[in-house]
């Protein structure tokens, strides 16, 4: 009776750890959503709203809003890691600045769905003034996950962050993002000779990162950006440009072919003064040339829109050709090689642009 009991005791415990610890799966994500910065103590109307799709890399205030990718890893039982980061360097006419943020904390499960976290923050900035600058912060957030495909995760999550009063000065900030993940365990993806109705695509949505140089027609200078996640329309923050948009699709349409649309989309909005809104699309043609090969074709879009008026479009067109490889569990990734080309705006006074890019994209797939 007694070995019965333990035998009992013993399959309990493990189908209660094994329910534990299946409440966190390693996961690969990126999120992007609404935050207000705020001055701490000061009493005055001095936020600062931002809205990021996703998160934005490089906008100082769009980074203290929260970093856009984000990594699971579980720790114990209903306990798991989770690792954020989005950071940038840009180089413009000889100067460099570069901006990181980078997150650490512990996601804890409150049952199947919620879940609630605790953790630290810093904040890296370097090329503003003499002296490269780290501000520390603390978060705290709560959230609701479900599943939304067999492959995609999604999550809404309410936060708050504090940080010291280095770089910009004490901050408090409060944001409200939608984030989407994947696995980074389990299955490999079915090459692309080997897929379902031998299609060279599969329907998916990914996110790109990478280094882009954008010439400024007629002026002798350049823009170059080294982004992760891409740059996408952080800069519009600062100046009418932008280059390729950070979040795209996969749509097949045939055996070879596949649509590619692509966005981003950041707003910028201080108490008391000017905002803007800039929102970056693009949609583009895939042809799966031998293999994991492809080459693309297709064109972009930057609508910019200051809230005193005197906004306007840019568009152009854009080539690419690209190698597709499996990166890890349910995740695609590619390496591409881009060129673009933007025509000129007078009434944004923005010259024609040509922008090359080398980049790294990874893909969830949408099954």
Do not use: C
Not at 166 to 179: F, N, S
Not at 189 to 217: C, D, K, Q, T
Not at 271 to 284: D, T, Y
Not at 322 to 335: D, I, K, Q, S, T
């Amino acid at each position: 009776m007694r070995k019965l009991l333990a035998i009992a005791a013993l399959a309990a415990f493990g189908v209660s750890t094994a329910a534990a610890q299946s409440s966190w799966t390693r996961e690969l994500g990126i999120q992007g959503g609404y935050a207000k910065v705020k001055p701490a103590g000061t009493g005055a109307n001095d936020a600062i709203n931002v809205f990021d799709i996703p998160g934005g890399t490089f906008s100082l205030s769009s980074s203290l809003g929260g970093a856009a990718v984000f990594a699971i890893l579980p720790w114990h039982n209903k306990l798991a890691m989770e690792m954020q980061f989005s950071g940038s360097q840009i180089n413009l006419a000889g100067t460099t600045v570069t901006g990181a943020r980078l997150g650490l904390r512990g996601d804890y499960a409150l049952g199947t769905q919620f879940y609630a976290a605790a953790g630290g923050t810093l904040n890296y900035i370097s090329g503003l003034g003499n002296n490269e600058t780290m501000q520390l912060g603390v978060q705290a957030a709560v959230g609701y996950r479900r599943r939304l495909t067999n492959t995609i995760n999604g999550r809404l999550e309410g936060s708050f962050t504090a940080t010291n009063k280095k770089a910009l000065g004490a901050m408090d900030v409060y944001a409200v993002h939608l984030g989407v993940s994947s696995s980074l365990g389990g299955g490999k993806m079915a090459p692309a000779s080997r897929r379902a109705n031998n299609r060279a695509w599969e329907p998916a949505i990914g996110f790109a990162a990478g280094y882009e140089n954008m010439h400024l027609v007629g002026t002798g200078s350049d823009v170059g950006s080294l982004s992760f996640p891409g740059m996408g329309g952080s800069l519009t923050g600062l100046a009418p440009l932008a280059s390729s948009p950070t979040v795209f699709a996969i749509i097949p349409m045939g055996q070879k072919l596949a649509l590619e649309p692509a966005l981003d989309f950041h707003s910028y909005s201080p108490a008391g003064g000017p905002g803007v809104k800039g929102i970056n699309v693009a949609a583009r043609f895939d042809y799966a040339v031998s293999g994991n090969w492809y080459g693309a074709v297709g064109g972009h879009l930057l609508d910019f829109s200051p809230s005193g008026g005197g906004g306007g479009t840019i568009t152009g067109a854009d080539l690419a050709w690209g190698y597709r490889l499996h990166l890890a569990g349910a995740f695609g990734g590619r390496f591409e090689g881009s060129y673009s080309l933007a025509g000129k705006s007078t009434k944004l006074g923005v010259p024609a642009i040509n922008t090359l890019g080398l980049k790294f994209g990874a893909m969830m797939p949408l099954k």
